[in-house]
């Protein structure tokens, strides 16, 4: 059974920068797409990112584009959001999550279906 750990969240102030870690133990994260989602109170989960693990690639939604970056680091089965710019409207819990690359296609989907999902980590942007 795949399993997900999220870490790294915490406070910050707007302008400031986090990077959340998604670890993996069970399997190998060579054949899983990650995806990265987040949840405010009173909003609906929010696909942010992925990670596809077929070619490297990766995609944002247009509400982080160009602030947040996933990457990979396969040596640690470990998945990274590297978020720069913060902005209070990225308060939320943010989860990490996987999907078996041939389930959901060659690429990757932000807002795909995933099996495995971590228990999330806590952004706070706040002055």
């Known amino acids: 059974q795949l399993q997900l750990v999220e870490s790294g969240g915490g406070l910050v102030q707007p302008g400031g920068s986090l990077r959340l870690s998604c670890a993996a133990s069970?399997?190998?994260?060579?054949?899983?797409?990650i995806g990265w989602f987040r949840q405010a109170p009173g909003k609906e989960r929010e696909g942010v990112s992925c990670f596809s693990s077929t070619g490297g690639s990766t995609k944002y939604a247009d509400s982080v584009k160009g602030r947040f970056t996933m990457s990979r680091d396969n040596a640690k089965n470990t998945v990274y959001l590297q978020m720069n710019s913060l902005k209070p409207e990225d308060t939320a819990v943010y989860y990490c999550?996987?999907?078996?690359?041939?389930?959901?296609?060659?690429?990757?989907?932000?807002?795909?279906?995933?099996?495995?999902w971590g228990r999330g980590t806590q952004v706070t942007v706040s002055s």
């Open positions: 999550a996987a999907a078996p690359w041939y389930r959901m296609g060659y690429e990757c989907e932000p807002t795909g279906e995933y099996d495995y």
């Open positions: 069970g399997y190998t994260l060579d054949y899983y797409h």
